[in-house]
């Protein structure tokens, strides 16, 4: 990742590619069609992208493409979601994923 990025950019990073998950539910991506859509640079996004697998918002599918963790489960532990750190819209992402027919709490 980019050394010259401060903390408070990397979280504002991670609430936006939250954003675009939680705004197209079905999104499924790879590392290039999300460096491209996040104008981000290849390590960067990919590091991002795993990052946010790791907390479980994303699953990574055998074919390289980034879903959302409750996309992959449609059931189960999401309460790893939590509030963005930056924009803190867990009232945001619970209405989202309730749309969704689901809950994470």
């Known amino acids: 990742m980019d050394k010259s990025l401060s903390t408070i950019s990397i979280e504002q990073r991670l609430c936006r590619i939250r954003g675009e998950y939680l705004e197209m539910p079905g999104l499924r991506l790879t590392s290039a069609q999300a460096q491209r859509l996040l104008g981000m ?3 960067t996004c ?3 992208l795993e990052s946010l697998t790791r907390e479980r918002f ?3 599918h055998a074919d390289g493409t980034y879903a959302p963790e409750i996309a992959h489960h449609r059931r189960g532990a999401v309460s790893a979601v939590g509030a963005c750190a930056v924009c803190h819209s867990a009232g945001d992402m619970q209405r989202d994923f309730m749309s ?3 809950d994470i709490m």
């Open 41 to 43: 640079d290849q390590e």
């Open 58 to 60: 994303l699953y990574r």
């Open 46 to 48: 990919l590091q991002l």
């Open 100 to 102: 969704m027919g689901r």
